[in-house]
């Protein structure tokens, strides 16, 4: 018996031991990489922590508006990059209008709101029309407003109009006034846009500056505290907003959207309700990025917003169906350490550092279809399962 | 127990209402709390009201609560940034040779006029005048546009304007 006993145990250790495997493959793999790479790299430890901090403070808030419709069952939401945009708006008209600092950033946030909440309510609509397609919907969804916003960034912002409504006089603009944001023509933002009054203006509120080292080797690593009190009140709020009966209702959705729907949930409106949140949430976040970055390309910051956030949370191993904050900054660490190591690894490894480059997105995201193909595997797994007891087979 | 939903509509529309009002009232105040502006601080000789100031041989200037300011001679022309309607200039005139401070005169000023159009006038502030403003001379009104990165093709007189011109990749 005792041997017995001992042998199930063992079998449960192993078992556990390869469920833990399987189910965080990707954030191991990462870390094995990131393992390997980081010697070759020949960065200090203090450089990387350094790097780590800001990258951590830059991004995870992006990468927490994830969350809520992975908790609302609809899958990444690649329509993020529309709460980008609003974002981005409302930034050139904060910068246009020389607001600075904190109350800039937050009248920036108070102006993408509406925009976000719109762009959201629509993207919503339309994802609740492609039920079990959400994530390639919302994928296309953004480069479709994408367009509208270069056409409106282009073409109807500016000092004077472009458009004008036929028969009359009058011009569809939205007025800037300040001619260093306006292409010499008149009408159409500028490229690149300067966050001058911005730059930083969240991180350097309450900073911490945490000196260490030797007297040969001293090294000072700097903490945007601001940034971290906005990015753990987020996380707070997404903890407690778990426990409201919103919350609740989206995860009934989740799991089940014929049962939620029986239980008297209002399934369409609360799968509305969570893209919306996401979508501002995302639009807090690319101010809070754009901030840190303190320039903004104003054709191709958002671009990539969707791509790198999804991939940094699902390295942090969390799936298309389930995903917790613990993922967000394992996640956005091991990526974002990806991105600082690869270069110089590679160009230790093989000469060139561009070779690295791209080796980093050979491997970030190729992992990513790994981690889909093991999720979409798993499910089936599951599914077969569930077929062969119903079926009363061993 | 059924509840009448009309009051609870009531009152969930009048929240919502307030919620858009709060909104609406913050960024109103984070405009007014946040913008910032680029005024010019001129030491050269003015007439304000039919009278002339001379201007300040040398002195400091200090905005606010900056401590260390900024020198100025006379016939000097700067552009400092300040956020926030309300602030105070303190002007400190000073012996050229010795540094020994001659005079010292504080002015509370707001920020409710063009400041492309207006300077400030230092010497108009030393002098106590009622009024310190004076017409930034090359103000013109037009927008002055930075060019672009690349140049915009010339477009030749009654032709139509390329709407493609000056458009950045």
Known sequence: MRTNDAAARRYGFGDALKNFLISNSVPIIFILLSAAAIPLSGFSAAYLIQEMFTRLARNSFLVLSLLIPIMAGMGLNFGMVLGAMAGQIGLILVTDWSVVGIPGLVLASLISMPIAALLGYVCGSVLNRAKGREMVTSYILGFFVNGIYQFVVLYVIGIRGMLKIPFTNAEIRIPVTNPQLVLSRGYGVRNAINLTGLRHALDNALQYDFHGGTAAAPFSINVPLSTYIVIAAFCLFILWFRRTKLGQDMRAVGQDMAIADSSGIAVERTRIIAIVMSTMLAAFGQIIFLQNIGTMNTYNSHDQTGMFSIAALLIGGATVSKASIANVFVGVALFHLMFVVSPMAGKELIGQAQLGEYFRVFVSYGIIAVALVLHAWKRNQARERERRGLRGEA | ?169
Not at chain 2, 9 to 22: D, K, N
Not at chain 2, 121 to 145: D, K, M, Q, R, W
């Open chain 2, 1 to 169: 127990m059924s509840v009448s939903g009309s009051p609870i509509r009531a009152r969930r529309l009048l929240i919502r209402l307030l919620t858009v009002a709060c909104l609406v009232g913050a960024g109103f105040l984070m405009y007014r709390l946040g913008k910032e502006f680029e005024v010019i601080i001129d030491n050269g000789p003015v007439s304000v009201g039919g009278v002339r100031y001379e201007a300040m041989p040398y002195g400091t200037v200090r905005i606010d609560e900056d401590t260390k300011g900024f020198d100025m001679w006379a016939d000097d022309r700067v552009i400092r940034k300040m956020v926030g309607k309300n602030h105070r200039l303190t002007v400190i005139v000073l012996n050229e040779d010795d540094d020994s401070v001659l005079k010292t005169v504080e002015r509370d000023i707001t920020l409710d006029f063009n400041p492309r159009a207006e300077m400030v006038s230092v010497s108009a502030i030393i002098a106590e005048s009622g009024g310190i403003l004076t017409p930034n001379p090359l103000y013109s009104g037009e927008p002055v546009f930075v060019p672009d990165a690349a140049p915009a093709p010339s477009t030749e007189e009654g032709a139509p304007d390329d709407i493609f011109s000056g458009m950045e990749p």
